[in-house]
């Protein structure tokens, strides 16, 4: 039974560039919420999807955005990229309302 | 500010030691979670607390959600060098399904 898995592992991109992060949940899973953890911070919250919509929103700007399909399968967009955009993002898979989250390696974006 | 504070930020001690993670917060939360993550992995989930006063043993690991739910302990007894890592405290608010993460302690056993 595969866990989270998301893709690319690492990426390195420019200032302005726009980015797309994918994310596979956990076998049986339907939601996936996203994270990002800049270095020695704990995960901040930016969006969950469920049923293809988005259910609840953090605190980040509209340049970050996300899609979740039929599959369950998500991605995470990010436009205008800054160098603060630089982290580890998290997708983390649950089921139902179940807060119980099964977090994939991440993606480590460095925006030079 | 942060919503769930962590302390102590860092700890290093040697193998054998006893040792107790704090995390505390102003507000109610209807669960909360512990997780441990390693570097270059995502967090792991170790326990979910709910009541009031709950205690859950995992072996050597005891977490306590505080009666009033609004903080919450891990306390490790007999460290290993396989304990080494961040530990997160993440609280959920109401019905809401996101988790709000302290900042973490970072933990080093040391042979």
């Known amino acids: 039974d595969a866990g989270v898995t998301q893709s690319p592992t690492h990426l390195i991109k420019t200032r302005g560039q726009q980015v797309t992060l994918r994310c596979s949940p956990k076998s049986g899973h339907d939601t996936v919420s996203w994270y990002q953890q800049a270095l020695g911070q704990g995960p901040q919250f930016i969006f969950q999807y469920y049923e293809e919509e988005e259910r609840q929103r953090g605190n980040f700007p509209d340049r970050f955005s996300g899609h979740q399909f039929p599959n369950y399968s998500s991605e995470l967009n990010v436009n205008a990229l800054l160098l603060g955009d630089s982290a580890l993002y998290l997708c983390a898979s649950s089921f139902g309302h179940n807060t119980e989250a099964f977090f994939g390696q991440g993606t480590r974006l460095t925006v030079v | 500010t942060q919503l769930l504070e962590q302390s102590p930020q860092f700890l290093s001690i040697q193998e054998g030691e006893n040792l107790t993670v704090y995390c505390n917060s102003s507000s109610v939360f209807s669960s909360l979670q512990w997780y441990r993550q390693e570097p270059g992995e995502g967090p792991v989930l170790l326990v979910t607390v709910v009541t009031g006063g709950e205690v859950k043993k995992l072996k050597r690991l005891t977490f306590q959600f505080g009666d009033a739910r609004k903080d919450s302990s891990l306390h490790i007894t007999a460290a290993q060098p396989g304990d080494t890592g961040l530990y997160l405290c993440?609280?959920?608010?109401?019905?809401?399904?996101?988790?709000?993460f302290g900042k973490g302690t970072k933990l080093s056993v040391k042979p």
């Open positions: 993440a609280g959920v608010l109401g019905s809401q399904g996101n988790l709000i």
